[in-house]
């Protein structure tokens, strides 16, 4: 039976990548003749000017006569003629060279250059180290370079080794590989959502795959509990119905009582009824996408003075404020663009929400704002209020905090999550501050207009 090949060993001297220290040789020394360069240029300018220096100095110790003769006039400005200077001088010797300066009178005035240098040769010098000492920067930049590329050598490095290994590797181990990831998804349950295959290599691919499987399963969960709730909140008014109707097939019919009794609990259930399979039809089309905006400009002072005048005249047991006034309604600070229809029922939700839990004759006010670039409607009651742990929940489909459930106000649940997908869907936010015995404070804020 033949051997099965040996898995390929790759080390780092096996790779081809340059090492770090050679690459970043080379671009220091691209950078340090760069910079000799400059010095140089450096040293002519500084050469030049102190040229112009001694001359201007040698020119300021002569006789007036003299140096009438020597400047002309430009533009109004005296300048040195040069071909009034002339410097003599033996070859390299320094000691020899002579500044001449022939002015008006014929006379020629000597200046040693020697004595100049002398004075001006320290600073010279001076400069002449400091750039030397720069030019030995190459080693420090070396060293600077080789550090920074140090990682991506060695994860060059690391990459062209795990190339030649798989190279050198027996090709049915990808299949293998390949073969176990199937078993460990195959393996994977509703109850256990978990890719495990021991494999060091594919560990990222199991990371990956148990994010989505956690992803998908939590979805799944979200997708149960709402079908339980819906299912629960449609069990109570589809038994009413069949309570009353049960009722009214025994003896009911003959008792005109009993018959406009459950004529009108019949209908009462029923609008229930239709309203819950509205509203989850509704939010069934936003998590879809297709709960489609009709995006106008709108005034959100305007919609609050709606909202107010219909609470007012379908609720008499509560006393509405509204401190919307008239000015607000055609200033254009408190426009915003949006669906006119949408956030007016997300007003109205917050409003009933607030008529179900404060008592009769509290009041409830509304209010329209602008924060920035943001325009805002607030409602604030007198309330039953929430808890801090009820108040991170309100937004949850079907749930209702202890207060009301334990209470007469019924509702589905399903109002403060409407609400929430239209203020998201109008990128919004909706802000809650609620004390319990004493109220709740709803803040929505819009962009406005720009």
Not at 67 to 73: E, K, P, R
Not at 96 to 107: E, F, H, Q, S
Not at 270 to 296: C, I, K, P, W, Y
Request: negative net charge.
């Amino acid at each position: 039976m033949p051997r099965p090949p040996e898995r390929a060993r790759v080390t780092l001297q096996h790779a081809t990548i340059r090492p770090a220290a050679s690459i970043a040789r080379s671009i220091s020394w691209g950078f340090w003749w760069r910079r000799l360069a400059h010095l140089l240029c450096e040293d002519a300018l500084v050469l030049a000017l102190l040229g112009i220096a001694f001359a201007w100095h040698c020119t300021t110790t002569l006789p007036a006569t003299a140096l009438d003769g020597i400047t002309v006039s430009v533009l109004g400005t005296q300048i040195v003629r040069p071909d009034a200077f002339a410097l003599t001088g033996s070859g390299l010797d320094v000691s020899t060279w002579v500044l001449r300066i022939r002015g008006a009178d014929g006379a020629a005035h000597s200046f040693a250059l020697l004595a100049y240098l002398r004075l001006t040769g320290p600073i010279v010098l001076l400069l002449l180290l400091c750039q030397v000492l720069r030019l030995f920067d190459f080693f420090s930049d070396t060293r600077r370079v080789r550090r920074t590329l140090q990682p991506l050598n060695d994860l060059a490095i690391a990459a062209e080794a795990i190339g030649q290994v798989t190279a050198a590797t027996d090709p049915m181990a990808q299949d293998d590989k390949m073969a176990t990831l199937e078993q460990a998804i195959e393996r994977a349950t509703v109850d256990s959502p978990t890719v495990s295959t021991g494999d060091h290599d594919l560990r990222s691919i199991e990371v990956a795959l148990n994010g989505l499987l956690r992803q998908m399963q939590e979805a799944k969960l979200q997708q149960m509990r709402f079908v339980s709730d819906a299912s629960h909140e449609l069990r109570t008014p589809i038994a009413v119905i069949q309570g009353y109707v049960n009722m009214l097939d025994r003896w009911g019919k003959t008792d005109e009582e009993v018959l406009d009794e459950s004529i009108e609990a019949l209908k009462a259930e029923s609008d229930h009824m239709q309203e819950l399979v509205e509203q989850l039809l509704f939010l069934a089309r936003g998590d879809s996408g297709r709960n489609a905006l009709n995006r106008t400009d709108i005034n959100l002072a305007q919609v609050v003075q709606e909202v107010w005048e219909e609470s007012c005249m379908i609720d008499d047991s509560h006393t509405f404020a509204c401190s919307v006034a008239d000015e607000d309604l055609a200033h254009h600070d408190l426009v915003t663009v949006g669906d006119m229809g949408m956030l007016k029922q997300s007003l109205r939700i917050i409003v009933q929400n607030a008529q179900k839990y404060s008592p009769t004759g509290s009041t409830i006010s509304l209010a329209c704002r602008r924060e920035g670039d943001k325009v805002c409607y607030l409602v604030r009651d007198e309330g039953i209020g929430m808890s801090e742990a009820d108040i991170r929940h309100i937004f949850e489909r079907f749930y209702r905090a202890d207060g009301a459930r334990s209470g007469e106000a019924d509702g589905s649940g399903l109002g403060l999550s409407i609400a929430k997908w239209i203020i998201d869907a109008h990128d919004g936010s909706i802000e809650v501050v609620s004390r319990e015995g004493v109220g709740t404070r709803f803040t929505v804020r819009v962009p406005a207009k720009a």
